[in-house]
C-alpha cells in the first residue's frame, strides 16, 4: 500500500507565497507522474498541475499557470508545488496523488490526506 504524505500548508496572507511537499513511499516512484490536486469548500475538486516521471513534462490548470510550480526529485521520492501570489480563492485542501504510469492526463492511483491552505488577510 503506497502511501502519500503532504506538508507545508497553512495560513498565509493575500500575495505570499507556500511550498508544499509530498512523500510517497512508492518503490517506483521514478516511474510514475505526480499530481496536484485541491478542493475547496462546495467546490469540485480541481487538477492544478501535474508532472511526469522524469520530471521533463508538467501541466499546469489556467487557474494557476504562472503561480504554481510543480517540481520533483526522484532520488528523495518527494514532489513540490510552489504556490506564489496567493490569492483568497486558492483556499482549498490540497491534495498529492500518484499515478502508476509515467504521464497521465489526471487520473490517479494513490492519494495523500491533504493539507490544507488558507489564504486570507
Known amino acids: 500500500q503506497v502511501q502519500l504524505t503532504e506538508s507545508g500548508g497553512g495560513l498565509v496572507q493575500p500575495g505570499d507565497s507556500l511550498r508544499l511537499s509530498c512523500t510517497t513511499t512508492?518503490?517506483?516512484?521514478?516511474?510514475?507522474?505526480m499530481g496536484w490536486i485541491r478542493q475547496a469548500p462546495g467546490k469540485e475538486r480541481e487538477s492544478l498541475a501535474i508532472?511526469?516521471?522524469?520530471?521533463?513534462?508538467?501541466h499546469y490548470a489556467d487557474s494557476v499557470k504562472g503561480r504554481f510550480t510543480i517540481s520533483r526529485n526522484n532520488r528523495e521520492n518527494i514532489v513540490y508545488l510552489q504556490m506564489d501570489s496567493l490569492k483568497p480563492g486558492d483556499t482549498a485542501v490540497y491534495y498529492c496523488?500518484?499515478?502508476?504510469?509515467?504521464?497521465?492526463?489526471?487520473?490517479?492511483?494513490?492519494w495523500g490526506q491533504g493539507t490544507q491552505v488558507t489564504v486570507s488577510s
Open positions: 508532472i511526469s516521471a522524469t520530471g521533463l513534462s508538467t
Open positions: 512508492s518503490p517506483d516512484f521514478s516511474k510514475h507522474a
Open positions: 496523488a500518484e499515478s502508476n504510469l509515467p504521464w497521465t492526463t489526471g487520473a490517479f492511483d494513490s
